[in-house]
Structure formats: structure tokens, C-alpha cells
């Protein structure tokens, strides 16, 4: 089980339809579905005591529980799980419809979190062969709920260009941005994680079953990719914005360099198109979460805070690094789109 998946970006560019395909891959069990929506709450995605027709209460599921049912009985079956497919995810309040699946969303705590006990679920724990698969429309996304970073970084995030768009990047980042940094216990960490043996009874962990590199492998893949230097420059900003960067943003380098190395082949992206996905994807949302606070510091200070800088860098190195064409700097460019309009 890796991260959830997460298309995301603009209007009217097929997220949802990309959702649903991506969901159906590898599984013959159809997904259960669920619309984001204001009123959304926990017992429309878990479940609840509802009063039944003979006026007694019975236990009903959400969507989200409808999911784990049929993925269980799925399972048994020796079919694969049914996923989940949350459309436009920020329209609900989604941090707190989740409850105590928060938790459980991340796989490393499935084993554990038994969210369905009460619910009439057996096993009462959701898959580790599950997948959340989110939309999510950035265009009016000032008028809609804020997700926390906390649940936004279980979602390994995937930017969907219009159809006419052409993503073309070209990879020019330097060999030589160096950290005092040892990613050693990241790589082994990372290797644990993608190497999780704790699978329930019945459960797919995976149809696809990958060699994953050893830990001195995995570096090395990432040095070799550059990803090394990638991480370096990404650490070397967040400092200059006042960014708190945790372990997850190396884990995650780190484990989808180990994943691309375990490939076959004709599974791999192409190098410039893979660096693009991992600085698009896993390494720049962390920054959307400085924009707020920058802007509060541009429109209340007298003269322009030393972060709008850096922001505007982030753009202009992303521009230099991958190329315009490339999602990287799309994304970085729509960081800039949270500030003042005068940047």
C-alpha cells in the first residue's frame, strides 16, 4: 500500500473520470463513490445508528464502510478490494467527516485502528489493499474548506493538466546543491514501509510485486536521479521560509526512487518525466503551506517580507530546472497565486 492518490488541479480537465479509471485498475470490484459536500459528515462516510423500517435501530454503513464491506467480501472471493473515490474533496470538511479514519488512512496504522469494532465489518479494520482515490479543484478553492497539511500528505498528490497542455520537462538540476545531511535511516525507513508484511487474513497487499532495493540501493538510485540534490534544495528553502519540514517529505522521495528502481521497464517513466512527477507531486505542495502566512505578512507590513522573494525563487528555479513546460513549474507558479496580486 502506498500514499492515496489525489488528482487534483484545475476545472473541467477529467479528474473525476481519471479518479474512477485509477480505481478501477487492477481490481475487478466496481468503486464505491461519494461527492463532497458541505454537510458531508462522518456517518455519511463510516457509519451510524439509524431508526430501520420496523422502527428499531439498526447499524448502517457510509460509503466509505459500503467500500470496506465489499472489499472484504471481495477478498474472499480472491478478488481485489473495491477503492474509494472521493469527488471535490474540499467541499466538504473533510478533517472532521473523517473521524477516526484519519488515522487509519495512513496503511502503516491499519493493522491497528479497528474503525468498524461496532459496525457489523469483519474483520472491523480497513484494507491494506484499499485505496482513497480524492479530486480536489483548486481553481475556487478560496471559497471552499482548507484541508490540513496533516491529511493532505496522505495523499500523494497528481496534477491534471487541461487536454490541450502539453507536459514536456527537461532536467537541468545541479549536482552540486550538498546538505550536511545523512538519508541513511531515511532509506532504511522507507525501505521498511514499502517492504510491510503486517497484511490482515485475506488481504492483497499487492498484485504487483516489486524487489524493492535494499537501502544503500535506494540512495544511490536517488543520487543518481538527482533526487538527492532535489531534497537538498527543498530543505534549503523551507529553512528560508520558516517551513518545520518533517521526515514524510524524504520518506516519500525516497520510497518512489526505491519503486522506480524496482520496475520493470515498461513501467518506468522516463527520467525527466519522473523527476517532474516527484517535484510536482511530493515536493512542492509542501510549500502551498507558507502562502498563507506570507500573505499575511505582505499585506501588513510596510514594505515586502523577505519571503515573497523566496517564493518568487522557487518559481524562477523550478523555470530553470524543468523547464516552463513542465507540471513542476506550473505548480510553482500557482503557489504564487495565494499571495498579494501585486507580486
Not at 541513511?184 to 516489486?210: C, F, H, M, Q, W
Amino acid at each position: 500500500m502506498g500514499q492515496e492518490r489525489s488528482p487534483r488541479r484545475r476545472a473541467g480537465v477529467g479528474k473525476t473520470e481519471l479518479a474512477l479509471r485509477a480505481a478501477r485498475f487492477f481490481t475487478d470490484c466496481e468503486p464505491e463513490v461519494e461527492a463532497g459536500r458541505e454537510d458531508l459528515s462522518y456517518e455519511d462516510l463510516v457509519w451510524s445508528y439509524a431508526v430501520g423500517p420496523d422502527g428499531k435501530l439498526e447499524r448502517r454503513l457510509g460509503s466509505l464502510g459500503r467500500a470496506v464491506k465489499r472489499s472484504w467480501e471481495s477478498l474472499a472471493k480472491g478478488g481485489g478490494p473495491c477503492h474509494y473515490v472521493l469527488d471535490e474533496i474540499n467541499r466538504a470538511n473533510i478533517d472532521v467527516a473523517l473521524g477516526r479514519v484519519f488515522t487509519a488512512l495512513d496503511v502503516e496504522h491499519r493493522p491497528r485502528v479497528k474503525v468498524f469494532e461496532e459496525a457489523g465489518v469483519e474483520p472491523p479494520l480497513i484494507p491494506t489493499s484499499l485505496r482513497v482515490f480524492a479530486t480536489m479543484n483548486v481553481v475556487d478553492r478560496g471559497q471552499l474548506f482548507k484541508l490540513s497539511f496533516a491529511l493532505l500528505r496522505r495523499f500523494a498528490y497528481v496534477y491534471v493538466p487541461p487536454p490541450h497542455k502539453s507536459i514536456s520537462p527537461r532536467v537541468e538540476i545541479p549536482q552540486i546543491i550538498k546538505r550536511d545531511i545523512d538519508y541513511t535511516p531515511y532509506a532504511e525507513r522507507a525501505y521498511k514501509s514499502l517492504t510491510i508484511n503486517g497484511v490482515g487474513p485475506g488481504d492483497i497487499p499487492t498484485i504487483l510485486k516489486l524487489p524493492i532495493p535494499q537501502p544503500g540501493e535506494i540512495l544511490a538510485e536517488a543520487d543518481r536521479l538527482g533526487l538527492t540534490s532535489l531534497l537538498n534544495w527543498a530543505l534549503e528553502k523551507a529553512e528560508r521560509l520558516g517551513l518545520e519540514v518533517g521526515p514524510s517529505m524524504i520518506l516519500d522521495v525516497l520510497k518512489i526512487a526505491a519503486v522506480r528502481a524496482a520496475a520493470p521497464n515498461s513501467l518506468k517513466l522516463e527520467k525527466g518525466a519522473f523527476i517532474d512527477f516527484v517535484a510536482s507531486s511530493l515536493v512542492l505542495p509542501y510549500f502551498a503551506s507558507a502562502a498563507p502566512r506570507v500573505r499575511q505578512k505582505a499585506i501588513l507590513s510596510a514594505r515586502p517580507p523577505g519571503e515573497l522573494e523566496e517564493m518568487r525563487k522557487i518559481e524562477n528555479e523550478m523555470k530553470k530546472f524543468l523547464g516552463e513546460t513542465s507540471a513542476s513549474y506550473t505548480v510553482a507558479r500557482g503557489l504564487l497565486y495565494e499571495l498579494p496580486a501585486e507580486v
